[in-house]
């Protein structure tokens, strides 16, 4: 299956930093999901994005197929977007959708 | 939106027991699956299931079963309880098949075997 490399590993960020997140691909994906594990648990879908730009507010990502990366945009940072963030792409050679998920990103906003 | 709804937030049982986790999602989605998440592992996938009555083994199901009688609702069965399956235990759904669609999660159940 695909290899996923979330970078960085941890980021520490005051209120207000803005702040990028990158997923390299060990090959090129042809969908991607992004999600943000809140400190309770919680897995929120943040973008669906096989490829190009989306923006949602205060967050943006992009995704390259070809050159496979994608990178999450955070402005403005806020405490509530402490938690762990990770960029999903689906199992290879699967019609349902598995998921792998990999380590993530773990980030925290002080105030 | 979507709304994936896992019967539990917490949830406490006794090593042995018999253990019924419940999912419900209310858009008509084809696809289901349960997941299991621990520190240092991340999210691997327990159990999938692509259509009523219709399951597929994930990577690690050892110790689990499923059942799937209604296509809005997607059960996870731990046949007898063990500490090892102390776990936060999260369900997902997505539409369709043939095509991949993004996967909506529920808000996860944590499970402690005592």
């Known amino acids: 299956g695909i290899q996923v490399e979330q970078s960085p590993p941890d980021l520490i960020l005051q209120e207000g930093a803005n702040s990028t997140l990158r997923c390299n691909f060990s090959?090129?994906?042809?969908?991607l999901q992004w999600f943000h594990q809140n400190p309770w648990g919680q897995l929120i879908n943040l973008f669906y994005?096989?490829?190009g730009t989306k923006q949602n507010g205060r967050l943006s990502a992009t995704t390259v197929a070809t050159e496979r990366y994608s990178l999450l945009y955070i402005s403005s940072s806020q405490t509530t977007d402490s938690g762990v963030y990770f960029c999903?792409?689906?199992?290879?050679?699967?019609?349902?959708?598995?998921?792998?998920f990999g380590q993530g990103t773990i980030l925290t906003v002080h105030p | 939106d979507v709304k994936v709804t896992q019967s539990s937030r917490y949830l406490v049982k006794r090593t042995g027991e018999k253990v019924f986790l419940e999912c419900v999602q209310d858009?008509?989605?084809?696809?289901m699956f349960w997941y299991r998440q621990d520190p240092g592992l991340g999210l691997r996938l327990i159990y999938f299931?692509?259509?009523?009555?219709?399951?597929e083994k994930g990577d690690i199901p050892e110790g689990y079963s499923v059942s799937r009688e209604k296509k809005e609702r997607f059960s996870l069965i731990l046949e007898s309880a063990s500490t090892n399956q102390t776990s936060m235990y999260l369900c997902?759904?997505?539409?369709?098949?043939?095509?991949?669609?993004?996967?909506?999660f529920g808000d996860g159940t944590r499970l402690s075997i005592l």
């Open positions: 858009m008509d989605h084809e696809n």
């Open positions: 997902a759904s997505s539409l369709g098949y043939g095509s991949v669609q993004p996967q909506h």
């Open positions: 999903v792409p689906p199992v290879g050679g699967t019609s349902y959708g598995k998921l792998t």
């Open positions: 299931s692509y259509d009523v009555k219709m399951k």
């Open positions: 994005i096989p490829s």
């Open positions: 090959d090129s994906v042809n969908n």
